[in-house]
């Protein structure tokens, strides 16, 4: 979205449906940074708004924005990964906002997902095609 405060986004985001998400350039890195927040509701039809860490131009150098958000996976009830981030703010879905700019997973590997380790913490993002493991894995999943 560009130039948004927190705040702002709070506002923006809190009527709309569960796995809205903004993008945003941070205000939290001197060295610029960009970041995205999403909004869930708690039981009691409050809203609560979950942000990443912000992505840095080092970071973007290999991974691409559009790659993040299709690949961003948090643990859910009973440890099934999803991704939580449904909707490019206003209300478009996420796939039709940026499915012409994904890239497909290295090694044809079908179904790869990625953990990325800015949110939550104790998760570290390994792109499929980076690094052999002492380990067989089926598909892309790694969670460190």
């Given amino acids: 979205m560009g130039f948004v405060?927190?705040?702002?986004?709070?506002?923006?985001?809190?009527?709309?449906?569960?796995?809205?998400?903004?993008?945003?350039?941070?205000?939290s890195t001197s060295s610029g940074g960009i970041t995205f927040t999403w909004v869930d509701f708690n039981s009691?039809?409050?809203?609560?708004?979950?942000?990443?860490?912000p992505y840095?131009?080092?970071e973007l150098e290999f991974l691409?924005?559009?790659d993040?958000?299709?690949?961003?996976?948090?643990?859910?009830?009973?440890?099934v990964p999803e991704n939580p981030l449904l909707y490019l703010y206003p209300d478009t879905p996420r796939d039709e906002a940026f499915g012409s700019y994904y890239e497909?997973?290295?090694?044809?590997i079908s179904g790869c997902q990625f953990f990325l380790g800015h949110s939550p913490?104790?998760?570290?993002?390994?792109?499929?095609n980076s690094v052999e493991l002492p380990f067989p894995m089926d598909g892309c999943i790694y969670v460190i």
């Fill in 68 to 79: 993040i958000i299709r690949d961003y996976q948090l643990f859910a009830t009973e440890a």
């Fill in 5 to 27: 405060s927190r705040k702002y986004e709070k506002h923006l985001l809190k009527k709309k449906r569960a796995g809205t998400f903004l993008i945003r350039f941070s205000e």
């Fill in 56 to 58: 840095t131009k080092k």
């Fill in 104 to 108: 497909e997973c290295q090694k044809g």
């Fill in 64 to 66: 691409s924005l559009p």
């Fill in 121 to 128: 913490p104790g998760l570290l993002f390994i792109p499929c």
């Fill in 44 to 53: 009691d039809g409050s809203p609560q708004f979950n942000s990443v860490e």
